[in-house]
């Protein structure tokens, strides 16, 4: 079955950056579109970045040109690339599929604060 096991996640100060790494097995990963998600406290779930299996993205409007995300079939790896981090940025962040989009990981916390 789909597994997803989120990492990198961490403290850091407002502007600072983080790599956030996803682990993925149980499908076969080059063929499906992979995205980031993030929950902060006391708010729904929001989509943050996708990416296509052909390596098209497409983000959210608040973390346009600060985030990027890209994917490593080799590694069945897929990243998402933070920087300029704000604390609204604060949340935890999942990845997921479209290969089984009920199928989360533990999710990474990440938190920006002075």
């Known amino acids: 079955q789909v597994q997803l096991v989120e990492s990198g996640g961490g403290l850091v100060q407002p502007g600072e950056s983080l790599r956030l790494s996803c682990a993925a097995s149980?499908?076969?990963?080059?063929?499906?579109?992979m995205s980031w998600y993030r929950q902060a406290p006391g708010k729904q779930r929001e989509l943050v970045a996708h990416i296509t299996n052909g390596g098209s993205t497409n983000y959210a409007d608040s973390v346009k040109g600060r985030f990027t995300i890209f994917r490593n079939n080799a590694k069945n790896t897929v990243y998402l690339q933070m920087n300029s981090l704000k604390p609204e940025d604060t949340a935890v962040y999942y990845c997921n599929t479209n290969r089984d989009s009920t199928s989360w990981g533990q999710g990474t916390q990440v938190t920006v604060s002075s």
């Open positions: 149980g499908f076969t990963f080059r063929a499906y579109a």
